[in-house]
């Protein structure tokens, strides 16, 4: 939900928002009664343990399976939309505000690494050096809107090495765990500034989803990319690479396209509502699961989704699978953990 979204809230953002924006990014997140409850729209597992992030800068804790949580300290009270982890100590979390949050302890303490206030900085530096003048008159234009722009995802690329992408097509990169950035914008063929909203990688393999059918593909582990021509012009918000050769996009209305052929051809797979597809996550035997806004999670069964429960859940904003078939839903009224695996 928070992808589907965010085109909306930047384009109502009131001429207050750049300002409301950088206050947030001072503001450690305040004490929530029942965290678990809130909107939340990112969760990923650090070993044994789960951590959740949402509205307002929380992030959750769990070492139960997510039955109980634990708010912990956040330095910033600007949503954060989505977390992934390295490993059980490394962790990256990202949001609203440009902000990316660190972690070397399994998610007990974050750090901020970049916002929205360094970020045009860094594109501008980057644009001057590749005597880039549109690039150059576009990080101006970002600097002069303020703070304000959301990263979306964050894609985990090796100890230390991180890329993250979000509105207006900001890509950026580490090396060496958040101390430096690097610009990707002049990699990827979007002079548009799209939205980006997903990333995955398998192997020399990463995609990038975003608004308006945008698709990226790279076969040299984000060295250069190409652009993919897709039968969907509607946003996709989630991605998946179930394996070495196939490509699953979904988004907009319930569109799931999916190409076995690096992304030359593409055909549908039916998902049993047209409601917005928000998240994805392959299980740990390879079961291809999604989100969807109306509130169910749907298995890939062949060319098809099917619902994995009988009743409708909240309005859904994200999926995560863990370890063992361990599978959490995130919705609108919080966190919810699923049982079993289908």
Same mark, same amino acid.
């Given at each position: ?164 992408? /979000?509105?207006? !097509? ?5 090396? +060496? &765990? *958040?101390?430096? =950035? #690097?610009?990707? $914008? ?64 979904? /988004?907009?209305? !319930? ?5 076995? +052929? &690096? *992304?030359?051809? =593409? #055909?549908?797979? $039916? ?72």
């Amino acid at each position: 939900m928070a992808q589907v979204l965010v085109a909306l809230l930047l384009a109502a953002a009131p001429a207050w928002a750049a300002e409301s924006v950088s206050e947030a990014l001072e503001r450690p997140a305040q004490l929530t009664r029942v965290p678990e409850r809130a909107v939340l729209l990112g969760a990923a597992q650090a070993g044994s343990a789960w951590i959740a992030v949402g509205e307002r800068g929380l992030v959750l804790r769990s070492e139960d399976g997510g039955a109980r949580w634990q708010q912990v300290a956040s330095p910033v009270s600007v949503t954060l939309t989505a977390v992934r982890f390295a490993d059980e100590r490394h962790g990256v979390a990202v949001g609203h505000g440009g902000t990316v949050l660190i972690t070397g302890d399994g998610g007990r303490s974050w750090a901020r690494r970049l916002d929205g206030r360094r970020i045009p900085e860094l594109l501008l530096a980057d644009a001057k050096q590749r005597q880039d003048a549109a690039a150059q008159k576009a990080a101006e234009q970002l600097r002069a809107d303020g703070p304000d722009k959301p990263l979306l995802d964050v894609l985990i690329l090796g100890a230390g090495r991180a890329l993250v992408v /979000g509105a207006y !097509g900001l890509a950026l990169a580490t090396e +060496d &765990g *958040g101390a430096s =950035w #690097s610009s990707w $914008a002049a990699r990827i063929d979007n002079p548009k500034g799209l939205h980006l909203y997903a990333a995955r990688q398998r192997g020399n393999r990463i995609v990038i989803a975003g608004e308006q059918g945008l698709v990226l593909k790279s076969d040299d582990s984000g060295r250069s990319f190409q652009r993919l021509a897709t039968p969907y012009p509607g946003s996709f918000f989630t991605l998946e690479l179930p394996d070495e050769r196939e490509i699953v996009l979904a /988004g907009l209305r !319930g569109n799931v396209w999916h190409s076995t +052929d &690096g *992304g030359r051809e =593409w #055909s549908a797979l $039916a998902v049993p509502m047209p409601v917005s597809i928000v998240g994805s996550q392959l299980a740990a035997d390879g079961t291809l699961l999604l989100a969807s806004q109306a509130g169910f999670v749907l298995a890939r069964r062949g060319e098809a989704f099917v619902p994995v429960h009988r009743d409708p859940m909240p309005p859904l904003t994200g999926l995560a699978a863990g370890r063992g078939g361990a599978l959490l839903a995130l919705s609108i009224q919080g966190v919810m953990p699923i049982a079993a695996q289908p």
